[in-house]
């Protein structure tokens, strides 16, 4: 699509098309791509933690760990120009996530 439109933009404004294929390849990334892998990201993180508690390891150790990443890495990109969520959305996430699995954890201590 983007090569299309491309050299659709290209012969509109006398471009070279590698210019408009460039452009079009930048925003599809930003519009379709990035959003996708943060939800891929989010999912993972998900999974992760269910996992954790099913296994009887307690899951809000997911939450002390990105405390400790977002102290560590310093500053970020705004999320929309990444391909991960941000520090805060993602600790945000595990609390309610890892809030959710609680049952788990405690049902897989139980069983050991």
């Given at each position: 699509?983007?090569a ?13 098309s590698?210019i408009?294929?460039?452009?079009l390849?930048?925003?599809?990334e ?7 892998s ?8 998900r999974?992760g ?21 977002e ?11 990444s391909?991960?969520p ?7 996430d ?19």
């Amino acid at each position: 699509a983007a090569a299309i439109g491309g050299a659709l933009l290209g012969a509109y404004f006398g471009i070279d098309s590698g210019i408009g294929r460039s452009v079009l390849g930048g925003v599809g990334e930003l519009a379709f791509m990035r959003p996708n892998s943060r939800e891929m990201e989010q999912e993972a993180d998900r999974v992760g933690v269910e996992l954790a508690a099913r296994a009887a390891y307690d899951p809000q150790a997911a939450i002390t760990l990105w405390e400790k990443m977002e102290r560590a890495g310093g500053a970020q990109a705004p999320q929309w120009l990444s391909t991960h969520p941000s520090h805060a959305s993602r600790l945000a996430d595990l609390r309610v996530y890892a809030a959710r699995v609680q049952p788990l954890y405690a049902a897989a201590r139980k069983s050991r």
